[in-house]
């Protein structure tokens, strides 16, 4: 009778331990403004995501510019992680004060953040925010936001240069090169991979804490470019919450580089868990080949 009961307590604590491994993470994309087309770039992040099989999402779009927001009020705490595809890049929409209190105190308390592409020209004159996404372009910011932040000679500087935030050239493909490849969501990835043609931001301002650049792309001259090595992707921390932003994705079609789909599924799974589960795919771009999908 012993050895049953020991047998039954096994498997039920199998089960237990199965049904929370199949837990999938709820994620949250918010959009509805934006200078860049939302409303077809949210369906391919919804789809990257739950392709993963980890991800269970759910997209809530807010008002149009102009629009009344006394009945937006996202329920934070239902989500392990918040994907931003939000701007009210040049003249929409802030958010009420009440959703961005309710937003810091979601993060403080170990919530997850994405921002993804044009998220970081949102809010310039919202400091946690701006805490959050380390960096931001446009919108009026300047040298009171930040430093510029690129790296050189391999070291991550903070360039204190007066001057407007935001700058990119014409789409191009171009070489991102791993910065920290211990991070988990770098770990495991070629040190050096080719994106597809896409928006290469630069000339990024913002208080830069807590800060991990995991990645960087050479801003051309020869292409309105600043001819600094730019952060593509970081990993920040907020509280206890975590932050992945990736300045990569400008519409659709970069959005099929493999590079892209797996650093952005990473770095939702990091900034909602603290660890990653993913491998890196076969057909993960080498440092001389986009590879799409």
């Given at each position: 009778m012993k050895k049953t009961s020991l047998i039954l307590l096994a498997s039920a604590v199998s089960m237990a331990q199965t049904a929370l491994g199949a837990a999938p993470i709820r994620a949250l994309i918010i959009d509805g403004q934006n200078n860049h087309d939302w409303r077809h770039t949210t369906p391919v992040l919804k789809k990257i995501l739950e392709d993963t099989g980890l991800f269970q999402v759910e997209v809530l779009t807010t008002p149009p510019k102009g629009g009344d927001f006394s009945g937006f009020r996202p329920e934070f705490s239902k989500f392990q992680v918040v994907i931003s595809n939000y701007n009210e890049f040049p003249d929409g929409s802030k958010w009420p004060d009440e959703v961005k209190s309710a937003f810091e105190t979601y993060m403080r308390n170990g919530g997850g953040f994405v921002s993804y592409h044009a998220a970081d020209n949102a809010f310039p004159d919202w400091p946690a925010y701006n805490l959050m996404i380390g960096i931001g372009g446009w919108m009026g910011r300047d040298e009171k936001s930040g430093p510029y932040w690129y790296f050189r000679d391999g070291k991550l500087v903070a360039d204190r240069s007066a001057g407007s935030a935001g700058n990119h050239g014409a789409r191009t493909p171009f070489q991102v090169v791993v910065r920290n490849s211990q991070h988990p969501v770098t770990k495991g990835l070629p040190v050096k991979w080719m994106h597809a043609a896409d928006e290469l931001y630069s000339k990024m301002r913002g208080p830069g804490e807590n800060m991990d650049v995991l990645a960087t792309a050479w801003s051309d001259p020869a292409n309105r470019g600043t001819g600094h090595d730019?952060?593509?992707?970081?990993?920040?921390?907020?509280?206890?919450?975590?932050?992945?932003?990736?300045?990569?994705?400008?519409?659709?079609?970069?959005?099929?580089?493999?590079?892209?789909?797996?650093?952005?599924?990473?770095?939702?799974?990091?900034?909602?868990?603290?660890?990653?589960?993913?491998?890196?795919p076969p057909d993960f771009p080498g440092p001389d080949q986009v590879s799409t999908r």
């Open positions: 730019e952060p593509m992707l970081m990993a920040l921390s907020f509280g206890k919450g975590r932050i992945f932003h990736t300045t990569l994705g400008d519409n659709p079609e970069p959005m099929k580089c493999v590079g892209f789909i797996t650093t952005l599924a990473r770095g939702a799974e990091w900034a909602a868990t603290g660890k990653v589960t993913q491998k890196a």
